[in-house]
């Protein structure tokens, strides 16, 4: 099974079992723009097998909170997000566009100032070589995760894990992408 079917195996059965746990008493009733931010990263090794060139990328993203939150025991609270980005994937000195969309979930310890996000979802890239590296296709699955830090004055810097590829959808001759993204972004 591949890391991105297990990592959508996992966030199901996450929102599975955080379902019945959600109260929409707390937290926004609408879906609404929680941050906006940069970010970029670089593929520093990954996941096996690795890719063939260095890969960079550089974004702009977007958060946006579902209604409702739940609290969970020991002060975390948790919402579920979506995601979107878009920006540049450099690899082997060649450029494309890129942009990611998918469902997530978020788990604040607000007396810790830190989150931790994971999510699935889409990826859209506008070249599907990379140099001597087949990405397979312009449509890849995405998995996510990372660890958040809140600063005062409503500003989050943090680490997040990308890993996208094929899932052998475009046959097994070809190779995914991961990336240590760090990120700087504004939460309203």
Do not use: C
């Not at 195996?9 to 929680?34: A, D, M, R, T, W």
């Not at 990328?57 to 980005?85: A, H, M």
């Not at 140099?131 to 996510?144: A, E, N, T, Y």
Request: negative net charge; proline residues 4%.
């Amino acid at each position: 099974m591949s890391i991105a079917k297990k990592l959508s195996v996992f966030l199901s059965l996450v929102l599975f079992f955080f379902l019945p746990e959600v109260s929409h008493s707390q937290g926004s009733e609408k879906f609404e723009l929680i941050s906006v931010g940069i970010r970029g990263g670089h593929n520093f090794g990954g996941i096996p097998p690795e890719e063939k060139y260095d890969f960079y990328q550089y974004d702009v993203f977007g958060i946006f909170g579902f209604p409702g939150s739940w609290e969970w025991p020991k002060g975390w609270d948790g919402r579920y997000l979506w995601y979107v980005s878009a920006g540049v994937l450099r690899g082997a000195g060649d450029n494309g566009f890129i942009a990611t969309t998918g469902p997530g979930v978020t788990l604040m310890k607000r007396d810790w100032n830190v989150s931790l996000e994971f999510g699935t979802g889409v990826v859209f890239v506008s070249k599907q070589h990379y140099g001597g590296q087949d990405l397979g296709g312009h449509v890849q699955i995405l998995g996510q995760g990372g660890v958040f830090y809140h600063f005062p004055g409503n500003i989050v810097g943090g680490w997040r894990f990308q890993h996208f590829s094929d899932a052998e959808i475009y046959g097994s001759n070809n190779r995914g992408v991961d990336l240590h993204l760090f990120e700087l972004s504004y939460r309203f």
